[in-house]
């Protein structure tokens, strides 16, 4: 996908974010977690990360229930290889535990930021 498809798409994707992805969103904004600035859908190389804190490449993948095939397992695991041959660590967190644990979710991206400042 060329930069511009990529930019329009993530635009899209900003403009039509799930419930879980807002969810979380309200709690990343505005630099919420250990002062860190999060871009949600934010393009890097081929992919779209659901949230990304750039200045500790962190990816914050938000999964729904598409992400429990074994088709798209290998998807996710293909792409967060290649995410982190760039240097930048992927946590991901199940719609489930947005909704049902979303302090747990938020308190293991707390310490992602933190392990990355060592």
């Known amino acids: 996908m060329r930069d511009n ?9 900003r403009q039509t974010p799930t419930s879980a992805e807002a969810r979380l969103w309200a709690r990343l904004r505005k630099r919420q977690i250990n ?3 999060f871009r949600r859908q934010h393009p890097i190389g081929p992919f779209i990360a659901d949230f990304a804190c750039v200045d500790r490449k962190l990816i914050v ?4 229930a598409t992400h429990s095939t074994d088709a798209e397992i290998a998807k996710d695991m293909r792409r967060t290889e290649w995410l982190e041959s760039e240097g930048w660590r992927v946590i991901r967190a199940s719609n489930a535990e947005v909704y049902e644990n979303l302090e747990g979710v938020l308190e293991g991206i707390r310490v992602a930021l933190l392990d990355g400042l060592e």
């Open 5 to 13: 498809a990529k930019t329009k798409l993530a635009r899209r994707l």
């Open 35 to 37: 002062d860190c600035r």
């Open 61 to 64: 993948e938000v999964d729904g």
